[in-house]
Nanobody, 124 residues
Framework: QVHLVESGGGLVQAGDSLRLSCAAS????????MAWFRQAPGKEREFVAA????????YYADPVKGRFTISRDNANGTVYLQMNNLKPEDTAVYFC?????????????????WGQGTQVTVSS
């Protein structure tokens, strides 16, 4: 089992960039697909991006394609989400999640381990 802790959130202006980090502890980190989800007030948690254990394959939700990049450093047990050209609609709590499987899925219910979340606020 892995334990996840997110960091890097904050208050930025539209057009700015942020990089979120997710530190994972646990010996089996490389067995997990890692993903980022987000949840805005009054809305359901939604998929943002995911990366396979090798880092070779990634998948993005349409609203963030071309602006966000997910990556992982297995040696340091960390997953990153580089967010560029941020928009007010990106405002949400961002969660790191892990799924012990080989196939990326976008459903939140398929991820077994979750971090506590980090707030990202983008002002216009």
């Amino acid at each position: 089992q892995v334990h996840l802790v997110e960091s890097g959130g904050g208050l930025v202006q539209a057009g700015d960039s942020l990089r979120l980090s997710c530190a994972a502890s646990g010996r089996t980190f490389t067995s997990y697909i890692m993903a980022w989800f987000r949840q805005a007030p009054g809305k359901e948690r939604e998929f943002v991006a995911a990366v396979t254990w090798s880092g070779d394959h990634t998948y993005y939700a349409d609203p963030v394609k071309g602006r966000f990049t997910i990556s992982r450093d297995n040696a340091n047990g960390t997953v990153y989400l580089q967010m560029n050209n941020l928009k007010p609609e990106d405002t949400a709590v961002y969660f790191c999640a892990a799924r012990r499987a080989a196939v990326i899925t976008t459903g939140a219910r398929n991820y077994e381990v979750w971090g506590q979340g980090t707030q990202v606020t983008v002002s216009s």
